[in-house]
């Protein structure tokens, strides 16, 4: 069974930075995507960011500019760089891995929070 094992998420006051980190073992696929998602308290969770094993990144509009996504295929992590944060940032950020086997394959991780205080 595939495994994401997030850390790096906390408490952090406005302005503040976090590095939020996440490591895919047991991978018998061929990986896609990584990236982040988050979920607020009673919002639906949504995409912050992904990267595709070639490199292509996809942000979402509010953290353009503010947070930096990054990946280490050989090691299978993926990385998250968030600056400038602000209370709205507030979430479960949760680990996302995607690709091909057979068929379509996607992960979720267990979520990490990232609380952000003004």
């Known amino acids: 069974q595939v495994q994401l094992v997030e850390s790096g998420g906390g408490l952090v006051q406005a302005g503040g930075s976090l590095r939020l980190s996440c490591a895919a073992s047991r991978i018998m696929f061929s990986i896609n995507r990584m990236g982040w998602y988050r979920q607020a308290p009673g919002k639906q969770r949504e995409l912050v960011a992904t990267i595709t094993t070639g490199g292509r990144i996809n942000y979402a509009d509010s953290v353009k500019g503010l947070f930096t996504i990054s990946r280490d295929n050989a090691e299978n992590s993926v990385y998250l760089q968030m600056s400038s944060l602000k209370p709205e940032d507030t979430a479960v950020y949760y680990c996302?891995?995607?690709?091909?086997?057979?068929?379509?394959?996607?992960?979720w991780g267990q979520g990490t929070q990232v609380t952000v205080s003004s």
């Open positions: 996302y891995v995607d690709g091909y086997s057979i068929r379509f394959l996607e992960y």
